[in-house]
């Protein structure tokens, strides 16, 4: 089993950065491919990023490419979201996920994961 715990959200100004971090614990997760997604009230949980089990290989959603990276530090298992230049809509829950296998093929995919964090909220003023 594994536990996911997010931490590093609050309330920033636009244009501001923030860096989640979302600490393993229980069995390793370095086999596992990690990822972030979004929610707001009333919508679906939105993807973000997801990074493979390695670290080398990283995809983004449209809406955050060039603004957000993903990067993870196995020994220390912890995943990391460094958010820049941030705006109004980027104002979420942001949780942690894990998944059961490596890659990040049809990362996007929510249900694929099987491990969840408990949500960190990051809210972006105008």
């Known amino acids: 089993q594994v536990q996911l715990v997010e931490s590093g959200g609050g309330l920033v100004q636009a244009g501001d950065s923030l860096t989640l971090s979302c600490a393993a614990s229980?069995?390793?997760?370095?086999?596992?491919?990690m990822a972030w997604f979004r929610q707001t009230p009333g919508k679906e949980r939105e993807f973000i990023a997801v990074?493979?089990?390695?670290?080398?290989?990283?995809r983004y959603a449209d809406s955050v490419t060039g603004r957000f990276t993903i990067s993870r530090d196995n020994p220390q298992k912890m995943v990391y979201l460094q958010m820049n230049n941030l705006k109004p809509e980027d104002t979420a829950v942001y949780y942690c996920?894990?998944?059961?296998?490596?890659?990040?093929?049809?990362?996007?995919?929510?249900?694929?994961?099987?491990?969840w964090g408990q949500g960190t909220q990051v809210t972006v003023s105008s």
């Open positions: 229980g069995r390793t997760v370095s086999s596992n491919a």
């Open positions: 996920a894990a998944r059961r296998v490596g890659t990040i093929d049809q990362g996007s995919d929510a249900t694929l994961y099987a491990f």
């Open positions: 990074i493979d089990w390695s670290g080398s290989r990283t």
